[in-house]
């Protein structure tokens, strides 16, 4: 059919596009220092270890970083994100990983945590895998919460 003809079109134009991105040269690698907070209040949590490493490629940012957490600040609120050091450059949500070890709490049935950076944004938010969704809140947390996370996405 004819939407069949402009979708094919509209795939060839994306991985081309796609393609010049990933064959560009330039190549930015940064470290960074990640920081858990929280959406309402942010929080002043205090970290044993945060270290954390990002590179720009062809216009996609390879993001990694852990952090442990020595105290979580009583007074952080809301739904538990890293603020990224990149802005995810498309209008979607964009799924990372997340592995977490010690000092965290899952709830409603969850097995793990997964991260949803927010389009055209830098929140990676920290999300229980359970149904219905449930955020990672301040009372999933402890002294000693050990978090890694890796995300590819668009560069805005």
Same mark, same amino acid.
């Given at each position: ?31 960074? %220092?990640?920081?858990? &907070?929280?959406?309402?209040?942010? /929080?002043?949590?205090?970290? !044993?270890?945060?270290? =954390? $490493? #990002? ?37 979607? %949500?964009?799924?990372? &990983?997340?592995?977490?070890?010690? /000092?965290?709490?899952?709830? !409603?049935?969850?097995? =793990? $945590? #997964? ?42």
């Amino acid at each position: 059919s004819a939407m069949d003809g402009i979708n094919a079109m509209n795939d060839q134009r994306e991985l081309a596009r796609v393609r010049a991105m990933i064959d560009q040269d330039e190549v930015t690698t940064v470290d960074w %220092v990640p920081t858990l &907070q929280g959406s309402t209040v942010a /929080g002043a949590n205090t970290y !044993g270890a945060r270290s =954390g $490493v #990002y590179t720009i490629r062809g216009g996609l940012c390879f993001c990694t970083f852990e952090l442990t957490l020595t105290a979580v600040d009583p007074e952080m609120s809301g739904y538990c994100f890293v603020d990224l050091p990149v802005m995810n450059g498309i209008n979607q %949500v964009v799924v990372g &990983q997340i592995g977490v070890r010690d /000092g965290v709490t899952l709830t !409603g049935g969850a097995a =793990g $945590v #997964y991260g949803e950076l927010f389009p055209i944004g830098t929140r990676l938010v920290l999300r229980q895998d359970a149904a219905p969704q449930i955020n990672v809140e301040r009372a999933n947390l402890a002294a000693g919460a050990h978090i890694r996370g890796t995300i590819v996405y668009p560069v805005a």
